[in-house]
């Protein structure tokens, strides 16, 4: 029998970026401003990730959260 967390669990699953229907539109004005803000704390250069789909931001701002600590 399942429990109202295994319920939550279930439902709050996060799909693969290369799994979403959008993935391939440019990034919103929130990834690009969250990717600028993380490049910067990176020592790198922000502007190397403009043009990037939903899809890639979301995984550069996964990467960019590891090497800033800002993911844990």
Do not use: F, V
């Amino acid at each position: 029998m399942s429990t109202p967390q295994d319920q939550t669990d279930a439902g709050n699953a996060q799909k693969d970026p290369e799994d979403w229907t959008t993935g391939d539109e440019p990034m919103t004005g929130a990834q690009r401003s969250y990717l600028h803000t993380l490049a910067q704390e990176a020592g790198e250069d922000p502007d190397q990730y403009d043009g990037l789909t939903k899809a890639e931001a979301s995984e550069t701002i996964d990467a960019l959260q590891a090497k800033t600590g800002r993911g844990e």
